[in-house]
């Protein structure tokens, strides 16, 4: 059974789907670097910790379809790569922090959305379907924390 509980061949996108793993490798490293970096207040915090989790579970789902074709998955960095990959050196107050998950929540969200095209299994287009809207989620979420306004013109992502 595939993640959309169909059985699919999806060996001929396993590129992108250990591409999209790598992300959330990343996404969940800047979370829980900057959830442990005591800058965040309570509320924020469990907004991070609950995006963290998400992101986890973006994670399993992609390293076990990497499995069940057979392949190994993509292994994340280390957390010193990830600081320095990210910047996540240089933030020094929950603004930072916000300012930077929104950016790469929204890159998040664009590169699975412009993905979706390049992918030739129609399960897996729908589970990046799906993850493209959790992403949307947590960019709306966090862009409203920052005081961020709304795109004004449609087809903003992707």
Same mark, same amino acid.
């Given at each position: ?13 396993? +590129?992108?789907?250990?591409? &999209? $793993? !790598?992300?959330?490798?990343?996404? *969940?490293? %800047?979370?829980?670097? /900057?959830?442990? #970096? ?17 992101? +986890?579970?973006?994670?399993? &789902? $992609? !390293?076990?379809?990497?499995?069940? *074709?057979? %392949?190994?998955?993509? /292994?994340?960095? #280390? ?80």
């Amino acid at each position: 059974m595939g993640i959309t509980g169909k059985t699919h061949d999806i060996s001929q996108d396993v +590129e992108v789907i250990q591409s &999209a $793993l !790598a992300g959330e490798h990343a996404g *969940i490293a %800047a979370y829980r670097i /900057a959830g442990g #970096s005591g800058l965040l207040v309570p509320d924020t915090l469990k907004v991070a910790l609950l995006f963290k989790s998400h992101h +986890e579970g973006h994670r399993d &789902a $992609l !390293a076990k379809l990497i499995s069940d *074709i057979g %392949a190994t998955p993509v /292994a994340p960095k #280390s957390d010193g790569d990830y600081v320095s990959e990210l910047k996540l050196g240089a933030l020094k107050s929950q603004a930072d922090i916000l300012s930077l998950a929104t950016k790469l929540e929204r890159g998040a969200a664009s590169g699975y959305i412009s993905q979706i095209s390049s992918i030739r299994d129609s399960g897996l287009s729908q589970l990046f379907a799906q993850i493209s809207a959790d992403e949307m989620i947590h960019w709306t979420t966090l862009n409203g924390m920052i005081g961020g306004s709304l795109p004004a013109e449609p087809f903003q992502f992707g």
